[in-house]
Every structure is written in C-alpha cells, then in structure tokens.
C-alpha cells in the first residue's frame, strides 16, 4: 500500500510569485485535505476535496485554490506569495465519512515546506 | 469557531508516565484524536476515541474523555525516550474538517 507523498519537500521563492504544491493519496482514499503548519503552530485547515469537488474550506483567503484529479491526486496553488505564507503545507488523504469503516483518520505526507522570501 | 487548547510544553524522566491534557469546544464531536509529530515528519494517528466512550487503552496508551469538561487526555505510561515528540489533540467535529490542537512539545530525559 503506497503511502501519502508530496512534492516538492522543500522550495524557496519571493514575494508575489505563485507556487503549485502536488500531493498523491493513498491507494483506496477518495479524500484529501490541506493544511497549513507554521512554525511552533498546529495544523490549521485550507481546504478538502472529494470526488474533484471542493467540500469545505478553512479561513484562508482566494489565492490559495486547488484541485482534485479523477485518480484522487491533489495539488494546492497559492498566488501572490506573502512573507506570512512560509510554513509546511500538508497534504492528507482519508476515506469518505459515508465509508462503513469511517474512522476520520487522517493519512498525511510529509509535507512541502516553503519560505517565501 | 471550534477550538482545541493543550498546554505546550511537558518534560518527563524516562520510565515515568507523561499525562498530555487537551480541551476542546465543539459539543458535535464524533471522534477524539491523538497524533504524532516527529521532527522534519508529518504526522500519524496514534490513537482515537469515540465520543461515547469514557476511556480507551491501547498498550502504553490510555485515553480519557470527560465528554461534559470537554476534556481529552493521553497518558503515556513507561515514557521512553522514543516517545520525544509533538502530540497534537485534534477533534473532528461534526463536519469535514479535524481540528488540531498546537501540540504539546514531550522531552523526555534519560
């Protein structure tokens, strides 16, 4: 069972550009969630995807936007860096609550880390 | 909003038991949550409650949930020096969002 990879593990840009995160889910998860992870913080909520369809959203602003692939695949694009945009983002896979064995679990990578300059 | 607190710091000697308390708000809660971090890693579900249950015990882990406090706690007992880490608390909610805590930073002493 191939786990949750991201890429890319780490990445450098400056301010106002645009960065495009990607994330695999584990096999069987039609599920996957983003979070945001700043220095010494928890993991704070961008956004979920469900069969391609955003299914809720944290309190983030626009320019962080993302997608879901037909093969359950995820990437998370965030526009117009701002210095405050530095932090790990975390992909996390899971099954759909409506699943017999719904848990909750959530499956993470291990994160793209990135510093805005 | 929903909210999660835990107290951000706990040293223990090793052998001893380590105690990690959490708070949380949300009263629709359908699962309870103990993750792991270790450095430079994301993080891994340790162990999860259901929200009818009062305790769970999973080999050194024990689990407490006082439902009416709002109350979680992990107790690890025969702390080793491996189970330096951040935990987090997290709660599910009653939507599709797991809420976490801002971990509790174990440093455990040899």
């Known amino acids: 069972e191939t786990g949750v990879t991201q890429s890319p593990t780490h990445l450098i840009k400056t301010r106002g550009q645009q960065v495009t995160l990607r994330c695999s889910s584990q096999?069987?998860?039609?599920?996957v969630s983003w979070y945001q992870q700043a220095l010494g913080q928890g993991p704070q909520f961008i956004f979920q995807?469900?069969?391609?369809?955003?299914?809720g959203r944290g309190n983030f602003p626009p320019r962080f936007s993302g997608l879901q692939f037909p093969n359950y695949s995820s990437e998370l694009n965030v526009n117009a860096l701002e210095l405050d945009d530095s932090a790990l983002y975390l992909c996390?896979?899971?099954?759909?609550?409506?699943?017999?064995?719904?848990?909750?679990?959530?499956?993470f990578g291990e994160g793209s880390r990135l510093t805005v300059l | 909003g929903e909210d999660v607190e835990q107290s951000l710091f706990l040293s223990v000697r090793e052998g001893d038991s380590s105690v990690i308390n959490c708070t949380y708000t949300?009263?629709?809660?359908?699962?309870l949550y103990w993750y792991k971090q270790e450095p430079g890693a994301g993080l891994q579900l340790l162990t999860y409650?259901?929200?009818?249950?009062d305790m769970k015990q999973d080999q050194r882990l024990t689990v407490l949930l006082n439902k009416k406090d709002k109350h979680l706690s992990l107790r690890i007992a025969d702390t080793q020096t491996g189970d330096s880490a951040i935990y987090f608390c997290?709660?599910?909610?009653?939507?599709?969002?797991?809420?976490f805590g801002a971990g509790t930073r174990l440093f455990v002493k040899a």
């Open positions: 996390a896979s899971s099954r759909n609550a409506g699943t017999q064995d719904h848990t909750g679990e959530l499956f």
């Open positions: 096999s069987g998860h039609n599920t």
């Open positions: 995807y469900y069969r391609e369809e955003e299914n």
């Open positions: 949300d009263s629709s809660s359908t699962y």
């Open positions: 409650i259901f929200s009818n249950m």
């Open positions: 997290a709660d599910e909610g009653g939507g599709f969002k797991t809420i």
